[in-house]
């Protein structure tokens, strides 16, 4: 196997068991009774929450958005595919033999990326005493990213090597990269507010996480310089790049086990933040012994800074890590390649670009980083139940290798009770793709979507996203909200 060719099939195994947590869930972390779902947004925005605490029994969210892979508008929809009354047709493919069932943007020359984030929580509590917030979750997360891969590895990667329209050309690509991991994530977090400066009220919090990984996998494609002469010649002039993966796959008989090894490594993750309120009124002084008593103090506006996912997950178990260092091979013939499983294919390869089987391994353990991003969110609360939020979420590439989420700018007008809670998102999608979602929460019930466009089928699902919460929220407007002997509150 050629290594453009090993790459591209690493990418498809990479992503193939994750296109099973919404991307933020908007219509529901960003509400005054989100409570602990608030969480993955900014940790810091229980300190001030309309509930005294809460119970999430579940929390179920998946979110699959790429720019090459569609099922075209008209033929199929998320509800068609989930009540099994879409079937994949099969197609020819656009140039060379053979057939594909799911069609391509084969002639977008843009970079391709792809996100996939799967989330399962529960259960998880939320309890607040006065200014002091504590949470505790359980959850287990998927998440892959693909970016910046080149238009011509994806067609080559997707309809093999006999794509003509690409033949004798030279490709320089450098850049490129993919990971994706699965995980069980245990975490604490807390909240409070740390002044009151009249008018304003500033509060911060903090999720400290153990993360246990279930699998893993990376590639990184420094650079690659290579043309195609034919359906089976390719010259790979230059290739630098590197691949890791912990998988539940025997790598010599390619039989897979999910039980056995349920742990590949150990990590540990974080998120901090921070929220300012501004309100007309001066907010509840606090008075020493018992005459405080904390109840949700309302704002005109709040402004959120956070830093989420901070943290990474080194696997050391059935763990490999090869590395491919500024190696060529200028004439390999890919119809005389055989091999029956990863390890052969992996000494294949660095037979063809070494010259021996083993010098590609580099050892058997490798890290990878988690999605870090920034988020920054305003809500403007004109009066009334009525809400107007403003969220910008953008990945923070600091560290390699790492998942990439995608950058997310929306805002979303909200309707906000006790019992009844409306949400639609507008979304701007890594700056080119707009959406538009729907929530509806009632009590504490919560279903959604950030893109709810893909249900219909009236355009090209490229992707789709859904979330589910139910919990028990636990009210706190029958405490007293002052004392008699020092009221202190200002209404």
């Not at 068609?80 to 977008?108: A, H, V």
């Not at 007309?280 to 018992?290: E, I, L, N, T, V």
């Amino acid at each position: 196997m050629n290594g453009i060719k090993a790459i591209g099939i690493s990418l498809v195994l990479m992503t193939a068991g994750f296109l099973a947590r919404g991307q933020e869930m908007l219509g529901l972390v960003n509400s005054n009774y989100s409570g602990s779902q608030g969480l993955s947004l900014n940790p810091s925005s229980m300190a001030n929450s309309k509930l005294r605490g809460d119970i999430s029994l579940f929390t179920f969210s998946s979110f699959v958005d790429n720019n090459y892979f569609y099922l075209p508008a008209g033929e199929a929809s998320f509800f068609k595919m989930i009540t099994g009354k879409f079937e994949f047709p099969y197609f020819d493919k656009p140039y060379g033999t053979g057939q594909r069932n799911i069609p391509s943007y084969y002639l977008d020359k843009t970079s391709k990326d792809l996100y996939v984030n799967t989330r399962l929580s529960g259960p998880s509590v939320m309890w607040g005493l006065n200014d002091h917030f504590l949470s505790a979750h359980l959850s287990y997360r998927m998440v892959g990213s693909i970016r910046n891969l080149p238009y011509d590895i994806a067609n080559f990667s997707y309809y093999a090597m006999d794509y003509y329209p690409q033949h004798n050309i030279y490709f320089e690509r450098e850049n490129y990269r993919g990971a994706a991991m699965g995980w069980w994530e245990a975490g604490i977090s807390y909240a409070t507010v740390i002044a009151r400066p009249f008018h304003t009220l500033w509060s911060a919090g903090a999720t400290v996480n153990f993360l246990a990984g279930y699998s893993g996998m990376y590639v990184q494609g420094n650079q690659t310089d290579y043309i195609v002469y034919n359906d089976s010649i390719i010259n790979i002039e230059y290739l630098d790049g590197e691949i890791g993966f912990a998988l539940p796959l025997d790598y010599q008989t390619n039989e897979v086990d999910l039980w056995h090894n349920l742990i590949r490594g150990t990590g540990v993750g974080a998120d901090l933040g921070i929220t300012m309120q501004y309100r007309d009124k001066p907010y509840m002084r606090r008075y020493a012994g018992m005459y405080y008593r904390k109840k949700f103090e309302d704002y005109r506006i709040k402004v959120g800074l956070a830093l989420l996912d901070l943290g990474f997950i080194d696997f050391r178990t059935h763990a490999e890590q090869h590395s491919y260092d500024g190696v060529s091979n200028h004439h390999v013939n890919v119809e005389s390649l055989e091999y029956t499983n990863v390890n052969d294919e992996l000494n294949s390869v660095s037979y063809l670009l070494y010259g021996d089987e083993e010098a590609s391994f580099r050892g058997n353990k490798f890290r990878v980083y988690l999605p870090l991003a920034a988020s920054f969110t305003f809500d403007y609360h004109p009066e009334g139940p009525w809400f107007i939020n403003l969220t910008f979420v953008t990945r923070v590439p600091a560290f390699k290798p790492m998942l990439e989420r995608p950058t997310i700018l929306a805002i979303t007008p909200r309707y906000e009770s006790r019992d009844l809670e409306v949400s639609m998102p507008i979304l701007l999608y890594d700056f080119y793709s707009p959406r538009l979602g729907l929530a509806i929460r009632y009590r504490g019930f919560t279903i959604g979507s950030d893109n709810f466009g893909g249900f219909l089928g009236y355009m090209d699902m490229t992707g789709y996203d859904i979330y589910l919460n139910y919990k028990i929220n636990l009210h706190g407007e029958k405490r007293p909200y002052h004392s008699k002997r020092n009221p202190c509150y200002y209404n």
